[in-house]
């Protein structure tokens, strides 16, 4: 079976050449799913009922189906559940800024990275999302909305980089001009540091900026939080880093979840600056978000400001992530463990 929704203009192409039609037929297909966004064939006013029927009997058109949206009265936030055709859900979260709106999409459905603060991995991994699954993901977030989305960030549940292929063609088409057309530099992956795929990422010379989830400056403090530090360490990770901004002229973003008493101590911002700098890094400060599931506190506001001063002095660039939608299960993987949990 073909999934249509997630193959490029050129595949499209020689498919409908395949199938005994015309080139431009392509074209118009395209347009239909990634331009003007329908969610089902009998929207394609244009296209002959035999080419419909090719593609219908050939795969379905993947469209996820809302399933939840919880807007937050704080910011507007809004944090959507959808579901795929196989019944998995998925999470996804629309925000507004002064210069445009953001969408944070998820890659997996579950992850097995099995970092220990977060809510997304405690179920481990179910299976990885089609390219036309994160699409959709985006335009239904449009439809939803009425409006355009201006940038795009990677951020939800799953590891990208443990999805590598469908990433990368996702990433593609997001950009294309005959699609969406979001520009590169509106785009962000975060990942828990795989290194190979950091370095092949690199290679794809994309201008999307690719944030490396940090959280600690010493490999003992960093495999305690994230398992992953067991497969590359630190002096690994910034190697990595090196090469992408190397490759792809790219800064890279550390982010750093701010855990009171683990990871919040001045020891740890010299540590960061001595990170941070020779890299031009730009440092993303998270108050960590409490799970039920675990103990970890959040680090006292004084304690987040007087680790943000630190890294100001030593002219690292630094910002505190606003927290968006607190009110709205705002932490990774939690909105679709509540609703798994009711389903039971
Ligand atoms: N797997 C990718 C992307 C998903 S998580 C990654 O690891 O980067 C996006 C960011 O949120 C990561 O930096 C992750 O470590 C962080 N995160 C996850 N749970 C969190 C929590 N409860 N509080 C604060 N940050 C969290």
Redesign the pocket.
Known sequence: MYDIKSMTIEELQEWTVQQGEKKFRAGQLYDWIHRKKVRSYEAMTNIPGSLLQKCRQQGELVALTKVRMQESKLDGTRKYLFACSDGNVVESVWMKYKHGNSVCIS?QVG?R?G?S????TLDGLERNLLASEMLDQVYAIEEDTGERVSNVV???????MDNYENLVRFLKMLTDENGLHISQRNITV???GIVPRMRQLAEEKLQITL???L?AVTDEKRKKLMPIANRYCIRELMDACAYYFEQTGRRITF?Y?LVNGVNDTMEDAKGLIRLAKPLHCHVNL??????KERD?VQSSRESVENFKKNLENAHVQVTVRREMGRDIDG???QLRRRHLSEAD
């Open positions: 890659s992850c990275m970092c603060f977060c809510a997304s990677v951020m939800g549940t799953g590891e990208p975060s990942t828990c944030a490396l989830s959280h982010e979840s998270i108050p960590v978000n409490p799970i970890y932490a990774c993987g």
